[in-house]
C-alpha cells in the first residue's frame, strides 16, 4: 500500500528561535506497518518525498519527474516496501509540499519568500520525528539517507540516538569542508545577484532564473568527478541538434558549443522549471550549517548515546563527500564504541553514484536492514579480528596499510 499525503503539525519553533503558526509536511509511505518495521528515508538537497516508484504518480509527483532513489526503494529493491513500511518526508524549507519560503504566510496572505525563518538539517529531524508520532511509528528499524540526506540521518543519531535501530549514511559526512562551502556560497551568489531575486520576494514576477540555472551548473559540476565528465563529454562539440543560447559576445560565436556546455544547460533549464530559487538558499545554507560536533566535544561524543548499528558507505570518485571525511567518520564511531562499518565503493561516477549506481549500493543496504553489519555485502576499513586477537579477513580496506 501506498499514500501520497500532507499533514499539518500546527506551530513549529525552528532552532532559530523563531516560529510558524502551521508547518505543514508532505510525505509519503509505502508498505504497510507491523510495529516494528519503519525505515524513515532522508532525501537530498532537492529531492522529495517521492522516493519510489507509485503506480498511481502518473510520471510526476509534486514537479519532480520521477522516483529519486526508485532503483533502490521499492517491492523487492534493496529497501523493499513488502516488508518495511517506508516513510520519506519532504524537509521544511522545500518547495515539493512541505512548507517553505514559496508558501503563504498566513499572517500577510502573501508568500513568505526570505521572510520564513532559518532551517536547520536539526529542524528537519524535530519535523520528521514529529511526523512519526502523528503516524504512530516510534522506534525505528532503520533511517537511511544520502548527501545531505545522511546528514540528516548522523543528526537522528544525536537527536533521537534512542529512537533508531540501524542507520545508513550514503555518500556522506560530519561536516562540509572549506572548498565545498565555497562553491556554495558562489552558487548562492548567482541567486541572489539575479536583478530578479527582489530580495526573494519575486513571487507573482519574474524569478531569478538566470541565477538559479548558474546554482544549479555548479552544482552539478560538484556531483560529477573528473573521470566521469571526461568519459562522458571530453571535448567534444555538441552535436547539430543541440540548441544553444545567444552567444554573450560575437566572438564567443566563433567558437564550438561543446557537448559538456549543452548538458549543463539542458540541466539548469530542467532545473528551474521545478525548484524554487529561495528553497536552493534555505536547503544549502542548512547543508553548510551543518556540523555534528557542535554542542559536543566532538564526533565521538555526539554519537557515544546512540546503541544500535551504522553503515557508512563513500565512493572513491566523490570529491564533494570523500571517502576521507567517511573514514574519519568511522573512526569517531570507533571512539565512541559505536558499531560501525565504512563500506568503500569504488567508483568514478562522483557525488551521483548513489544514485546512478543502485548495483552498489543496494546489496549493502539491503543487508544493513535485514541483518545489520554482519552482512556478506557489507565491508568495513577496519581489518577484523577473531577471538585470539588474530586479524580475520573478513572485510577489505582501502586504508589500512
Known amino acids: 500500500m501506498t499514500t501520497r499525503n500532507t499533514t499539518d503539525l500546527g506551530e513549529f519553533q525552528f532552532l532559530s528561535g523563531e516560529s510558524i503558526p502551521n508547518l505543514e509536511v508532505a510525505y509519503e509511505t509505502y508498505g504497510e506497518f507491523t510495529g516494528d518495521n519503519a525505515v524513515l528515508v532522508c532525501h537530498a538537497l532537492t529531492g522529495s518525498a517521492h522516493v519510489a516508484r507509485r503506480p498511481d504518480a502518473g510520471g510526476e509527483t509534486a514537479g519532480q519527474a520521477r522516483a529519486w532513489w526508485g532503483d533502490v526503494?521499492?517491492?523487492?529493491?534493496?529497501?523493499?516496501?513488502?516488508?518495511?513500511?517506508?516513510?520519506?518526508?519532504?524537509?521544511?524549507?522545500?518547495?515539493?509540499?512541505?512548507?517553505?519560503?514559496?508558501?503563504?504566510?498566513?499572517?500577510?496572505?502573501?508568500?513568505?519568500?526570505?521572510?520564513?525563518?532559518?532551517?536547520?538539517?536539526?529542524?528537519?529531524?524535530?519535523?520528521?520525528?514529529?511526523?512519526?508520532?502523528?503516524?504512530?511509528?516510534?522506534?525505528?528499524?532503520?533511517?537511511?539517507?544520502?548527501?545531505?540526506?545522511?546528514?540528516?540521518?548522523?543528526?537522528?543519531?544525536?537527536?533521537?540516538?534512542?529512537?533508531?535501530?540501524?542507520?545508513?549514511?550514503?555518500?556522506?559526512?560530519?561536516?562540509?569542508?572549506?572548498?565545498?562551502?565555497?562553491?556554495?556560497?558562489?552558487?548562492?551568489?548567482?541567486?541572489?545577484?539575479?536583478?530578479?531575486?527582489?530580495?526573494?520576494?519575486?513571487?507573482?514576477?519574474?524569478?531569478?532564473?538566470?541565477?538559479?540555472?548558474?546554482?544549479?551548473?555548479?552544482?552539478?559540476?560538484?556531483?560529477?568527478?573528473?573521470?566521469?565528465?571526461?568519459?562522458?563529454?571530453?571535448?567534444?562539440?555538441?552535436?547539430?541538434?543541440?540548441?544553444?543560447?545567444?552567444?554573450?559576445?560575437?566572438?564567443?560565436?566563433?567558437?564550438?558549443?561543446?557537448?559538456?556546455?549543452?548538458?549543463l544547460d539542458y540541466q539548469a533549464d530542467k532545473f528551474t522549471d521545478r525548484f524554487d530559487a529561495n528553497s536552493y538558499l534555505y536547503m544549502t545554507r542548512a547543508m553548510d550549517d551543518f556540523d555534528l560536533s557542535a554542542g559536543y566535544e566532538s564526533d565521538a561524543d555526539a554519537l557515544a548515546a546512540f546503541e544500535g548499528e551504522l553503515l557508512l558507505l563513500s565512493f572513491t570518485g566523490d570529491w564533494h563527500f570523500t571517502t576521507e571525511q567517511a573514514e574519519a567518520l568511522a573512526e569517531a564511531c570507533r571512539e565512541a564504541a559505536v558499531d560501525v562499518a565504512h563500506h568503500v565503493v569504488e567508483s568514478d561516477h562522483g557525488h551521483d553514484a548513489f544514485l546512478v549506481e543502485p548495483e552498489k549500493v543496494g546489496p549493502p543496504v539491503a543487508d544493513l536492514l535485514e541483518t545489520g553489519l554482519a552482512g556478506r555485502a557489507i565491508t568495513d576499513t577496519e581489518p577484523e579480528t577473531d577471538d585470539s586477537g588474530e586479524f580475520a579477513p573478513v572485510h577489505t580496506s582501502l586504508f589500512s596499510k
Open 73 to 263: 526503494v521499492g517491492p523487492g529493491k534493496a529497501i523493499d516496501t513488502t516488508e518495511y513500511y517506508v516513510i520519506c518526508a519532504n524537509a521544511p524549507g522545500s518547495c515539493y509540499g512541505t512548507t517553505g519560503p514559496s508558501s503563504e504566510n498566513p499572517e500577510t496572505g502573501e508568500p513568505y519568500g526570505t521572510d520564513f525563518p532559518p532551517v536547520t538539517v536539526g529542524d528537519w529531524t524535530r519535523a520528521q520525528r514529529k511526523l512519526l508520532d502523528e503516524l504512530g511509528v516510534g522506534r525505528l528499524h532503520a533511517v537511511v539517507g544520502g548527501s545531505v540526506g545522511g546528514m540528516n540521518v548522523l543528526d537522528w543519531l544525536r537527536r533521537f540516538p534512542d529512537d533508531v535501530e540501524r542507520a545508513g549514511a550514503v555518500a556522506s559526512a560530519a561536516r562540509l569542508d572549506a572548498q565545498c562551502l565555497a562553491l556554495d556560497t558562489v552558487a548562492r551568489r548567482a541567486i541572489t545577484g539575479d536583478p530578479n531575486w527582489n530580495g526573494g520576494h519575486y513571487y507573482g514576477g519574474p524569478g531569478p532564473e538566470e541565477g538559479l540555472a548558474r546554482a544549479r551548473q555548479i552544482g552539478h559540476i560538484m556531483y560529477l568527478s573528473k573521470a566521469s565528465m571526461g568519459r562522458k563529454f571530453g571535448r567534444r562539440s555538441a552535436g547539430r541538434e543541440a540548441v544553444r543560447e545567444e552567444p554573450p559576445d560575437p566572438a564567443a560565436a566563433f567558437f564550438p558549443y561543446r557537448e559538456v556546455e549543452s548538458y
